[in-house]
């Protein structure tokens, strides 16, 4: 499969300033904060066991963050704009209802603003407050110290917002192109916006077989934003792996995936020298993942796409 990118070459472009390894703390408020929209799917939107009720979309021309839309009797939703911290709430063709600046206000009165204006908006005044999930997230003061978000410096959440975009544009090709492709969520657990390609089991084997295609916006493996192609089920540990295009690297620490940084994006300076790299990197990694887990290559092409 040729995955070409440089159609998308403008939103590599802007990236790169700050640089990706000064993202820290804008990625860990944005990721608190992104709680408050999975714990409105957790009381409003019917569960799921694999907790994909509470996942988010992204809007590249909104730089929105998306929950999804509730069950209520008056459906809304509840979206997160990175770039300046703000809580919307909106309905069905994207009129807004709400919005809150979570700038210079902590979780919890985030939290309490979030639930009454739902009170509100629902004439259901029994409603009880939100709760926010239990997931294990990287700690930071926005939580367990009850301090306030903070937008300084504020060009690192632009910048993690482009970052999103960016995946996100590419991630949905890649959905368009590869058969068995789950839709392009992000996951208020982990963080990373990603999606699956599911491929058939080996005759006479149940055990589920994938590859996992995502961005994560830095986590305890990179802490800076980087793509990853993983197969599951993995390769043994002693298993030789395919070589990859320059600026990637299997990661082999605690699991095992082909990784392109984002250092290594913005290492290019032409726009189209970015959209090569990232273009080369996911075709290597995707043939690279297939033979792993024994896979002919084939034309992944949808029909009429």
Known sequence: ??????????????????????????????????????????????????????????????????????????PFQVALRPADLHLILRVAGGSTVAWYSLNHRTLDQARLWLSQEIRDFTGD???????LPTYDLPDHPVHGAGAAFSLKPGDAFQELSHWYSAADATLQLA????????????????????????IEPEEGSKEERFIGIGMSPGDGSYDEPYF?????????????????????HWHRDGWTGAVLSGSQIVAETDENDRADRVTAYFDAALAACREILGVVEETDDHPES
């Open 125 to 131: 005044a029994s409603l009880p407050d939100l709760e």
């Open 1 to 74: 499969m040729n995955f070409e990118l440089r159609s998308h070459s403008a939103l590599w472009q802007v990236l790169g300033d700050p640089p990706p390894n000064r993202l820290t703390d804008a990625r860990l408020q944005i990721h608190w904060a992104a709680q408050l929209l999975a714990a409105v799917a957790a009381r409003h939107v019917p569960a799921k066991k694999d907790d994909s009720h509470t996942n988010l979309g992204w809007s590249h021309s909104d730089g929105l963050l998306l929950g999804k839309f509730t069950a209520t009797p008056r």
């Open 228 to 248: 990853y192609i993983n197969p599951h089920p993995a390769p043994g540990a002693k298993a030789k792996l395919s070589p990859l295009p320059e600026g990637a």
């Open 175 to 198: 959905s368009s192109l590869l058969k068995g492709a789950s839709d392009v969520r992000c996951w208020p657990h982990h963080f990373d916006i990603a999606t699956l390609v599911k």
